[in-house]
């Protein structure tokens, strides 16, 4: 794949007539010209997911009817699984339509749409067509999901934490999940101490999308993980708290060792005090320790922009943690540009910047954006 070109123009009459050669070589009945032909006119000025639905599409018209006689050929046409963790956009992303023909039609035939699952989350993923089995058929799902924690294949145990994810990007939300993660919790317990970092990422993501609407369940899932755990459980931990410890979660910040924070807050300055969009915003402080002992401290800063209704929202911009001994003094220079950007519209008026150390605010400036 290269940088300069989008990914939905990878989904185009290339891969067409690469599917309906792969197809053919198993299948010679299978109709490359039409499968083609019906596909390259639509594509034009399509976006990925849209492009998606038309291959999928083709493939139910002119493969063999009924899903368990489709997937026959398709599983017959499939290459090499991965060799690597990872690669399944990089590597795998030309079995996206596949992918999407499970989710859309693979309910037909429950095992044979079990067993597509796990042949295409080897070459690709299956994070996205699970979610169907899961919401009409959501027992007899995690059953199966239960063994396939234990799977030797690192896909196949990623699609049991990715493919359950309460709030997977890009996907439908699991409602049944957000409303009670207990099932998907028992599956996490499982691979909480699995051989495989990709896998165990999976593990944190999924802990994170929970901690959402759960955060204390999280946090005591995450306090107990840390008891005693290993290095790479301690890791999963770390990451499954990163949005409550954003959002200073006392709770979360205690189980990292991150207790109040006792020190008093120096020669904050910021400026410029007048400030034209488009520059850097410049801030100093010097945070000194009143505490007898060594202290562990994450130190973040967070600028409250004014909305369109005139009141302001924060957002939290990390700036390190760092251990601090007794009477020590720490100081902290940050030059943090302000710039137009796609995901943020922005409005003239008193903005705030707020140092917040452990979750805490120890203090606070304004400064006034102009337009």
């Given at each position: 794949?290269?940088e300069?070109k ?12 690469q599917m ?24 034009d000025?399509?976006e ?8 999928v ?11 368990a ?25 030309h ?27 080897k ?12 919401i ?11 063994g ?9 145990r990623r ?14 939300r ?8 207990s099932?998907?919790l028992a ?18 993501n999924?802990?994170?999308?929970i901690?959402?609407?759960h ?8 306090r107990?993980?840390w ?24 709770d ?5 060792g ?20 488009g ?10 320790s009143?505490?007898?002992?060594e ?13 369109a209704?005139?009141k ?10 760092a ?35 452990n ?13």
């Amino acid at each position: 794949m290269t940088e300069n070109k989008l990914f939905k123009d990878y989904f185009d009459a290339g891969l067409a007539q690469q599917m309906a050669g792969q197809i053919r070589a198993v299948h010679p009945q299978f109709p490359s010209d039409k499968f083609v032909s019906q596909i390259v006119p639509q594509l034009d000025g399509l976006e990925m997911k849209a492009r998606t639905v038309v291959f999928v599409q083709a493939l139910r018209d002119h493969l063999p009817a009924g899903f368990a006689n489709g997937w026959a050929v398709l599983d017959a046409a499939l290459g090499a699984e991965l060799t690597e963790e990872g690669g399944m956009f990089n590597d795998g992303w030309h079995y996206w339509p596949i992918a999407h023909f499970i989710e859309v039609y693979g309910l037909e035939d429950f095992d044979v749409g079990v067993h597509a699952m796990r042949e295409i989350t080897k070459r690709h993923t299956a994070e996205f067509a699970i979610r169907p089995f899961l919401i009409h058929h959501q027992e007899k799902m995690l059953e199966i999901l239960h063994g396939w924690a234990e799977d030797d294949n690192a896909h196949v145990r990623r699609l049991v934490s990715e493919g359950t994810r309460p709030r997977l990007p890009w996907a439908g939300r699991l409602y049944q999940f957000i409303e009670d993660p207990s099932p998907t919790l028992a599956l996490l317990e499982k691979l909480k101490d699995d051989p495989s970092e990709y896998v165990r990422r999976s593990v944190s993501n999924h802990l994170n999308d929970i901690a959402k609407d759960h955060p204390q369940l999280v946090v005591e899932t995450c306090r107990r993980w840390w008891q005693d755990g290993s290095a790479e459980r301690r890791w999963i931990v770390k990451r499954a708290l990163r949005t409550l410890v954003k959002e200073g979660d006392p709770d979360a910040l205690a189980v990292l060792g991150f207790g109040p924070p006792q020190i008093e807050l120096q020669d904050f300055s910021l400026s410029p005090q007048i400030f034209q969009l488009g520059g850097k915003l410049n801030l100093a402080f010097t945070l000194c320790s009143t505490m007898d002992d060594e202290q562990n401290l994450v130190i973040d800063f967070v600028i409250h922009f004014v909305k369109a209704n005139g009141k302001t929202s924060g957002k939290v911009f990390k700036l390190k943690t760092a251990v601090l001994s007794p009477n020590q003094s720490l100081t902290i220079q940050k030059s943090h540009p302000i710039r137009p950007i796609t995901t943020r519209k922005y409005y003239p008026g008193t903005h705030w910047v707020k140092i917040q150390v452990n979750g805490q605010i120890v203090g606070e400036r304004s400064f006034e954006l102009v337009i």
